[in-house]
């Protein structure tokens, strides 16, 4: 593991201190789980909806669109440089529901536990999950767990489902870039998929490299704030496939092509480094806590003061822009000041030797 | 065929009857299999290719290279051929 | 990172670009030998930077395309296995054999896994005494010290479960039998720098004699490929024919005389099969007789296992640079990225993938 567990404002209470490791009762639905839930996750994630232990959590209908979103997460390992699969399940939610422009308000939690994981693990976990949701401002309000045999699964896999809430008359999407628009990303790209890389069994290597893990509402709070209404078309955030995959995605939505244009490119590097070890691209490499927008070419420059206004988008960047030139494509303008269409990945980049 | 990158040698260690080195590549430590470069010493540059460094880079070699690739043109420019002048073009010119 | 970056810098690449430009004055096709070249030429768009009369043909050189499928399905057959922990580089992975890749066994509960080095493997066969760990050997001169140390380790160590199934490529039999081929249009040679760092560069000047080509040892950044092709085509226009060095700060004229040692007592010269080529005379390495018992092929009886080529795969014409990748009958139809046929259509920078990636965006601007 990457670094000592920061266990610190979690001690093991009592009653799963019998259990040194996660068994099977603990996904029974009988003693052992109820434990889990009253001994770890109730008082972790705290609040009352959760503390009820109803079958669903009730709440008030909030003012205007709901925003609906689901991610899971499998990161391996659990624990990497500057994050764990705890924050990660929180951030990727928030971020779903921060790109359409939605203030986070609930999240649910559904764990899958493989027997065996050590409770301090779980423990640890849970209460990253805890500090990253009251950080965010969102509160956790219901949650399962299922325990799956020995050798089923990689210590730990979280699902969370999220609700927002869309302001009135804000219209955001994948389909709305146009050409002429600008496009920004919020920070360095690929710090999460290298660092996660970094500790990878048969890769490892030694770096201060750390993933950039984050929840961006607020960022994106700042930069609506900042523009004019309607000047902000497309926010995404950058996960697997990193960049170029977003890119061009938005490209075929919006039937607009991209042109990026790479010496513009924000790259730590650290992560140069490593992806010129391992053969690959940052623009393909995941990132856990950038977005990328797509905005009004007059509003431009705003935009960019406004993400490098924040702590996460200090190191904002005008990347490329939309045109009206081969619609669906994603095209990067090399340093050399060629031109060249940005492959689609099949899978995941995979290192390389050739 | 052959992903190989530079890294300077920061240490030099025996590790199960192998000469190996810890190496730098621009921030990035990585161990390395020195058993093909002997001769290599503490802070030299080597090529890296699968975790084995196969070359040491000739640093004077390298230098020339670029003072050439960095002087060409500026024949031309100094006969008067002409050339387009690029933004950002740092390449130091001499007064005709 | 140093030695890197400043091979990268755009104004001397102009420069060069522009002194190519002054050179050219016909056509003229030029081979880079390695892949690693070509994914430099496509990644920085070199090729956008010369003159339309020069043609840069894509050579063999990327040991994931030019692998036998045979020798894949033997890969598949043993990752296969209950007892086996099978180790490749990540390029591998995607690479079809004749019904699947080792990513569909590893997702039939083959332990599959990727490593960076093949002193991984070793390690892994250390940490594992009851799997065999097997290490898929793959590459040209370059890699092949890599996995023969690898080996040597292994048998100096007494390690009874690990062995490798090796299937290596050498340059110089392929640079032979490209321009022996009757369909050549190879004018000259951009020799893969990385290669010649281990190889050294005295096997050259033969070829270059031989069949009047001139040869560029040449390294892999836009600066260094441009001086390379800067250089041939200077030959070219001179008539001349010599083999260069345009790589001195990694390449010497003997080599890596320790590596050089090592594989002469691990590896001995063997025929090889090219994927999309056919075989070339003596142009792999296989384990010598020294080290026969650490040959996976050998351990898990697989040297049976044969395979036959897509016959609608044109992919060796391609490679050779007498087809067009998308002259080929099935490009685009029966053979895509998502359902390659050949490996020059599995990696991102194999020249049909790459064909095929310019070619859609082609057709969108002219959709417009």
């Not at chain 1, 764990?84 to 971020?95: K, M, P, Q, R």
């Not at chain 1, 804000?170 to 628009?181: C, F, I, S, T, V």
């Not at chain 2, 024949?75 to 002409?82: C, D, P, Q």
């Amino acid at each position: 593991m990457a670094e000592p567990l920061d266990i610190t404002g979690w001690s093991c209470p009592l009653p799963l201190a019998d259990y040194p490791a996660i068994v099977l009762g603990h996904g029974g639905g009988g003693k052992l789980s109820s434990e889990l839930v009253e001994h770890l996750f109730v008082p972790a994630f705290g609040g009352s909806e959760l503390a009820r232990l109803g079958d669903a959590a009730l709440l008030p209908p909030p003012g205007g669109r709901l925003a609906f979103s689901t991610d899971s997460f499998v990161v391996h390992p659990l624990f990497f440089p500057g994050g764990s699969i705890g924050e990660l399940a929180v951030h990727g939610t928030v971020n779903d529901l921060a790109m359409m422009g939605a203030r986070p308000l609930y999240l649910s939690a559904a764990f899958i536990l493989e027997e065996g994981l050590p409770m301090a693990t779980l423990g640890a976990i849970v209460a990253r999950m805890a500090a990253a949701a009251r950080a965010a401002g969102v509160s956790i309000v219901a949650g399962d767990t299922k325990v799956v045999d020995h050798g089923h699964g990689h210590g730990c896999y979280i699902t969370t489902a999220g609700v927002g809430v869309v302001p009135a008359g804000l219209e955001l999407g994948p389909e709305r870039a146009r050409p002429g628009d600008a496009v920004l990303v919020s920070g360095t790209l690929g710090d999460h998929g290298m660092a996660v890389m970094s500790v990878r069994e048969g890769l490892a290597f030694e770096a201060e490299l750390a993933s950039d893990c984050a929840a961006l509402h607020t960022l994106v709070e700042a930069l609506l704030a900042a523009l004019p209404t309607g000047s902000v078309h497309t926010l995404r955030d950058p996960t697997r496939g990193g960049l170029a995959a977003v890119l061009g995605e938005i490209a075929k939505s919006s039937r607009v092509g991209i042109e990026l244009e790479e010496r513009a490119l924000p790259v730590r590097p650290e992560v140069h480094s490593a992806c010129e070890l391992l053969g690959m691209d940052p623009i393909f490499v995941a990132n856990e806590g950038k977005l990328v927008a797509l905005v009004a070419a007059e509003a431009a420059e705003a935009a960019l003061s406004a993400l490098r206004a924040h702590p996460l988008g200090r190191e904002a960047a005008i990347v490329g822009r939309a045109g009206a030139e081969h619609p669906g494509v994603l095209v990067a303008r090399t340093a050399l000041g060629a031109r060249r269409v940005v492959p689609e990945q099949l899978g995941e980049q995979l290192p390389r030797i050739c | 065929m052959c992903l190989a990158v530079p890294g300077r040698i920061e240490a030099i260690v025996e590790d199960q009857g192998l000469r190996m080195a810890r190496m730098d590549f621009g921030g990035i430590q990585k161990q390395v299999c020195l058993a093909y470069l002997p001769e290599a010493e503490v802070g030299q540059y080597a090529i890296v290719h699968v975790g084995f460094a196969i070359s040491l880079i000739d640093e004077a070699s390298a230098a020339e290279t670029l003072r050439q690739f960095r002087e060409l043109g500026l024949l031309e420019e100094e006969l008067g051929a002409t050339e387009v002048e690029e933004a950002g073009n740092e390449v130091p010119r001499r007064v005709p | 990172m140093k030695y890197l970056d400043e091979f990268r810098d755009s104004a001397p690449a102009r420069r060069l670009a522009e002194e190519i430009h002054r050179l050219a004055t016909r056509p003229w096709a030029i081979m880079e030998v390695c892949g690693g070249q070509t994914h430099s030429i496509l990644r920085n768009g070199i090729d956008q930077l010369l003159p339309a009369s020069l043609s840069l043909i894509h050579g063999p050189g990327c040991p994931v395309c030019v692998t036998p499928v045979e020798v894949i399905d033997r890969a598949l057959a043993i990752a296969g296995r209950p007892e086996v922990t099978f180790t490749s580089f990540g390029d591998m992975l995607r690479v079809p054999g004749s019904e699947k890749d080792l990513f569909r066994v590893k997702s039939e509960g083959g332990d599959v896994r990727i490593v960076y080095s093949p002193l991984d493997a070793v390690k892994l066969a250390q940490e594992l005494p009851d799997r065999q760990v097997v290490f898929f050997g793959i590459g040209f001169e370059t890699t092949a010290p890599a996995n023969a140390m690898a080996v040597h380790l292994a048998r100096r160590q007494g390690l009874t479960n690990f062995s490798m199934l090796a299937s290596h490529v050498l340059v110089p039999p392929a640079i032979e039998a490209i321009l022996a081929s009757p369909s050549n249009r190879v004018q000259a040679f951009l020799a893969a720098g990385h290669v010649c760092s281990v190889m050294g560069t005295w096997q050259y000047p033969p070829l270059a004699a031989k069949h009047r080509v001139p040869i560029v040892i040449t390294g892999f950044e836009p600066l260094d490929l441009l001086e390379g092709i800067r250089r041939a085509v200077a030959q070219l226009e001179a008539g001349e024919a010599r083999v260069e060095n345009a790589y001195a700060r990694v390449v010497s004229e003997a080599g890596n005389h320790p590596a050089q040692a090592l594989l002469a007592e691990v590896f001995e010269v063997c025929d090889r099969t090219w994927r999309g080529i056919g075989t070339i005379p003596a142009s792999g390495f296989r384990l010598s007789a020294a080290y026969r018992d650490f040959d996976a092929e050998l351990r898990f009886d697989v040297a049976g296992v044969t395979a036959h080529e897509s016959p609608l795969c044109h992919a060796g014409e391609v490679l050779r640079g007498v087809l067009k990748p998308n002259q080929c009958p099935a490009f685009g139809r029966e053979c895509t990225p998502r359902t390659p046929l050949g490996a020059t259509m599995v990696s991102s920078e194999g020249a049909c993938a790459a064909y095929y990636h310019y070619g859609r965006a082609l057709a969108a601007e002219e959709a417009r």
